[in-house]
């Protein structure tokens, strides 16, 4: 009865599984069995495949158990089961990574692979590769060559497939082999002519001609082997990728959408959709057939056809709309994955009415798909946000019901990106995706999300028609979440109070309770803001509140700096250059995820850590820290002998003119080159670095040091540049220059221009109130200049005008004024910077568009009338 | 990323799993040392991937970055990953292929039981269709022809005369050295 109750539970568990609960010890004992003679084929299998079955739960063998498990099994090559023969096989492939000494079975298996027994030699080949070593793989290879033009299509298979997984021991190995791998892919076998294929392209892929050859070859005669036929088409886009213009290539590929396998015309219309070179005149076929398969029964096939729409619908939407009738069809599927997919082509593809009807369908089953899909439905919605600004209630409140609902840290992070996108691009979104926000910070559990929110909500809610009620939820978060989460709403709650006086004294209750707080950070913070906040209001102290992001390196080294020198006038912060925000890359399409990992440093300090290398600059680096350094600037043609670059980095004081130079001359070497320039009115020289040699194709530097002349409208010039050097022949393939001596040569570069924006720099501080400064500049003694100017013709439109404005002056635009509202016909731009040497920039340019024309009044207030004075007078 | 063409290569399975009704593993394969290095990497996405499987049977599933076609019979689950760039359909003819010669295998009764008692030759049917994440073949009844059944294990009416003479020698010889 016992028993009986004990077969009936186990019965039930495991459905009898002969292999559950085995012990790794037992079965390694039973191994013992092996050594008996005669083998007995039945029982040594079972044993076996237990140990193979345990291998493949994860089970994890020692050395010595490894190693003493594969002897024992060498024992059973006597039997010539052929069940118990390949499962040795098996084991040698299984345990040569762990065991030592694998390579006493070579010669067995050799014996094997050459022998008669057609069911052992493919198998046999197989193991044998991967017990392989570099050493081992001269003895082997006569046999392999035999065995890839093999009459038994699986042997033949089975040498080319190793031959592949060989090349990462020996490199070359498919190039030796390539004459009996072009011989194999004629045979009538599918799969032969598939691995001989994967084979020669392996020894081929380095030489682009030799692949295109390959290609066009196989092209004319149609390939049996679907599978062949996909990797012929990958081949040609590869090809097609590197190239332009090849249209024989291309209407091959146009071809396999008419090829008698699915496989094969799937493959080549996602190669279409994917090349990124195809015009709408070439997906059209592709489309169509993609708009088949939508109507196919296998999921598979609906599932690959509107992945690949979804693609399409993000480059060439109009190419997409003829397949709305059959994607409205697909919302319904089964599969989940397909109606996302379906929906969110829609979604890009559709008009603004149906948005509605869309995002009731996607509300019924968001629940049920997975976080990936989930962020690809995100990304649709912000999509769609920019694309239809009047739709933003619809769509606010459906994100604020995924947020509510359970999710990974990178979908909440995904729909939290979105909100915000959406309030910076509409400004009536504002409001309502700030309350969302709020009442998702009131439950969240990710603390970076909650920190960035309430950074989000420092910074905009004192803007915001009623600031008054975000206090409840950011005191909130002080009271109930951690530290990094209560410093953080500290910090938003003193910008509340340094923006709107009215709250000033409340909010200095609440600051002084979070002083008594258990963390030192929100402590600190509390005690600091409360400092400032409670001395007399002025517009000064919101950006002690709001500090600019100053790169800590640079501030670093200049108080450095500072700290050795005497200290006799104050230290001046607006020399710092401030840190570089790092714009996260927009991604189309998470799907598989791979974030690169960006430098932290700005352009500046990089190049300060490159300049600090150059012993002979640290004179001027001493004096001051890099103000600014230009974008490059080339000097010469890209295809012409010599190459030259420019970066020009500028001091307080001083313009460094760093040359990269690259000689394309393979049978000359450089010596001692330098840039020569003719210093413009005011300029003085000081000293040049030059180039002591420059071999071909080895970057090098030469560095002209310029004193920036005392009259800064001087500042502004043009500087004619001549490249000169000691040339000498040599050897093309050596690089040895002959004995006799070079002679002196110069090469004529193009003029420099040295403009205002190379003197020029934003402040750094996005969040800064414009009105405040600019009155405060007035009581501050700042002079003031005002002037109209009509721009140009090339200038049509307003956003035009904003960004060559900001691009010509080097001044940073601040309050988001950068941002043009559509259709609008006048603009304010409000920009902020500083001129080299500490001198503050104030500027407001009012834009009025008419008739495709661009007037602007400009006001520009300094603390330095020349500067002032400069800005007008070079936008004229 | 997600838009660039897939690399010209034939490692195209990333890999092969055979779970059963609970979600636990009976067989597993992954082919790519960069996708689930550890055992306890494997079995957590096993268990998520059951997890998003086992309810809906809609043969396709993108999950952690590959696609997964799977197909599923009594109390078994077939799975076959990819590279999310893979085409689709080709990881699907393999799994075609894993699901038709296991079923020829064990004659058309795709049972946990049935798997379990026949698991060497499993093994070796997923050994013959796939090298370390080459396709080797994918047409099932090559597949079954290579991974040879025991004779003995056809019943005795579908045997032919010789092959009953030789197994019959054969016994004999060995009950004679014992």
């Known amino acids: 009865m016992n028993s009986f109750k004990r077969d009936k539970k186990e019965e039930e568990d495991g459905g009898g599984n002969p292999f559950q609960n085995m012990e790794k010890t037992t079965v390694l004992q039973e191994a013992r069995t092996f050594n008996d003679t005669p083998v007995n084929p039945r029982k040594c299998a079972h044993i076996l495949t237990k140990i193979l079955y345990l291998i493949n739960q994860g089970e994890q063998l020692g050395t010595t158990e490894a190693t003493e498990a594969f002897f024992a099994m060498t024992k059973l090559f006597q039997s010539r089961d052929v069940i118990l023969r390949r499962l040795v096989y098996l084991g040698i492939k299984e345990l040569s990574p762990i065991a030592e000494d694998v390579i006493i079975v070579t010669s067995s298996l050799t014996k094997d692979m050459t022998g008669k027994e057609d069911l052992y030699r493919a198998a046999a080949i197989r193991a044998l590769c991967t017990i392989t070593d570099g050493a081992m793989l001269q003895a082997i290879e006569r046999y392999m060559k035999q065995a890839i033009v093999d009459r038994s299509p699986a042997v033949s298979s089975a040498a080319l497939v190793s031959s592949l997984h060989l090349t990462s021991i020996s490199g070359d190995i498919a190039r030796r082999w390539a004459n009996e791998a072009q011989e194999a892919l004629n045979s009538d076998n599918v799969m032969v002519q598939y691995h001989a294929l994967g084979v020669l392209y392996q020894a081929r892929k380095t030489d682009k001609h030799a692949v295109t050859k390959l290609v066009s070859k196989l092209t004319r005669t149609s390939m049996t082997s679907p599978y062949a036929a996909c990797m012929l088409i990958r081949m040609a886009c590869k090809l097609l990728e590197e190239e332009d213009g090849n249209g024989e290539l291309l209407d091959f590929v146009a071809s396999c959408l008419r090829h008698k396998s699915e496989m094969v015309v799937y493959e080549a219309a996602h190669a279409l959709v994917n090349m990124g070179k195809s015009s709408t005149r070439e997906l059209a076929p592709a489309i169509s057939v993609l708009q088949l398969f939508c109507g196919s029964l296998k999921p598979a096939l609906r599932f690959a056809a509107v992945r690949t729409l979804n693609k399409v619908a993000m480059s060439h939407p109009a190419a997409v709309t003829a397949c709305n009738l059959d994607l409205e069809n697909l919302i319904a599927d089964p599969n989940r994955s397909i109606a996302t997919l379906a929906i969110t082509t829609l979604l890009k593809t559709g008009a603004e009415s149906s948005v509605d009807r869309l995002m009731k369908q996607i509300a019924t089953f968001v629940s049920e798909i997975s976080d990936e899909f989930k962020v690809v439905v995100v990304q649709a919605i912000r999509a769609l946000c920019q694309k239809f600004p009047r739709k933003h209630a619809v769509l606010m409140n459906f994100l604020s019901a995924m947020l509510r609902d359970e999710g990974g840290l990178e979908y909440k992070a995904a729909i939290a990106d979105t909100i915000i996108a959406v309030m910076e691009g509409n400004s009536e979104a504002k409001e309502a995706g700030l309350a969302h926000l709020c009442e998702f910070i009131e439950d969240c559990e990710h603390i970076s999300l909650a920190v960035r929110i309430l950074h989000l909500l420092g910074q905009e809610g004192p803007t915001s028609k009623q600031p008054s009620r975000y206090i409840r939820f950011i005191y909130n978060r002080v009271i109930l979440e951690c530290a990094s989460v209560r410093a953080a709403a500290v910090t938003a709650l003193a910008r509340f109070a340094a923006a709107c006086p009215p709250l000033l004294p409340n909010i200095l209750v609440l600051l002084s309770r979070c002083q008594l707080d258990s963390d030192d950070e929100v402590r600190d913070r509390a005690a600091y803001y409360c400092a400032i906040l409670q001395q007399q209001f002025d517009p000064t102290t919101l950006s002690l509140v709001q500090p600019p992001l100053l790169s800590i390196p640079s501030l670093e080294r200049a108080l450095n700096n500072y700290v050795s020198s005497p200290m006799e006038e104050p230290f001046d912060i607006s020399q710092i250059p401030p840190a570089q925000t790092v714009e996260e890359p927009t991604q189309p399409e998470i799907l598989a995820t791979a974030k690169q990992q960006q430098s932290r440093l700005s352009r500046e300090e990089t190049f300060m850590e490159k300049l600090a290398q150059v012993p002979q600059l640290a004179l001027v680096m001493s004096k001051s820290p890099l103000f600014k350094s230009s974008p490059v600037v080339e000097l010469t043609e890209s295809e012409t002998e010599y190459n030259v670059k420019c970066v020009k980095h500028s001091f307080s004081n001083h313009l460094v003119l760093q040359f990269d130079c690259l000689n394309t001359l393979s049978d000359q070497l450089l010596e001692d080159v330098r840039v020569a320039i003719e210093p413009p009115e005011g300029y003085r020289v000081v000293y040049e670095i030059p180039c002591l040699r420059l071999a071909y194709n080895e970057p090098g530097t030469t560095y002209t040091v310029l004193e920036f002349p005392e009259d800064v409208h001087a500042s502004i010039a043009t500087i004619p540049t001549t490249l000169r050097f000691m040339a000498r022949d040599c050897d093309p393939t050596t690089g040895v220059p002959d004995a006799e001596q070079g002679y002196r040569d110069e090469y004529m570069l193009e003029d420099l221009e040295v403009t205002l924006a190379d003197q020029m720099r934003g402040v750094g501080k996005q969040g800064v109130d414009f009105n405040a400064a600019w009155d405060a500049g007035a009581t501050r003694g700042f002079s003031e200049l005002e002037e109209t100017f009509v721009l140009g013709a090339s200038v049509t439109t307003l956003e035009g005008a904003v960004q060559s404005l900001v691009g010509f002056l080097g001044l940073e635009a601040v309050e988001r004024s950068h941002r043009v509202a559509t259709d609008a016909v006048g603009h304010t731009l409000l920009l902020g910077g500083i001129f080299r040497g500490g001198k503050e920039v104030l500027a407001r340019a009012r834009l009025a568009l008419a008739d495709s024309q661009v007037t602007m009044q400009l006001s520009v207030r300094s603390s330095d009338p020349d500067v002032a004075e400069l800005v007008t007078s070079s936008v004229g | ?178």
């Open chain 2, 1 to 178: 990323m997600d838009d660039q063409l897939l690399e010209p290569s034939l490692y195209t399975v990333k890999g092969m799993v055979i779970l059963d009704n609970d979600g636990n593993r009976i067989l597993a394969k992954y082919y790519d040392k960069n996708v689930f290095p550890t055992s306890k990497e494997q079995k957590a996405f096993e268990k998520n991937l059951f997890n998003k499987t086992h309810r809906a049977n809609t043969e396709i599933i993108m999950l952690d970055g590959l696609t997964c076609v799977y197909k599923s019979n009594v109390d078994l689950f077939f799975y076959v990953m990819g590279s999310s760039r893979e085409n689709e359909l080709i990881l699907m003819s393999v799994l075609n292929c894993l699901y038709d010669s296991i079923s020829q295998i064990l004659r058309k009764n795709v049972e946990k039981r049935a798997v379990l008692d026949s698991l060497d030759i499993v093994m070796l049917a997923m050994d013959e269709i796939c090298d370390n994440g080459i396709i080797l073949d994918a047409d099932a009844s090559s597949v079954v022809t290579r991974v040879a059944l025991r004779t003995d294990d056809i019943p005795l009416g579908e045997q032919t005369v010789a092959q009953v003479i030789q197994s019959a020698k054969e016994q004999l010889k060995w009950s004679l050295l014992k």
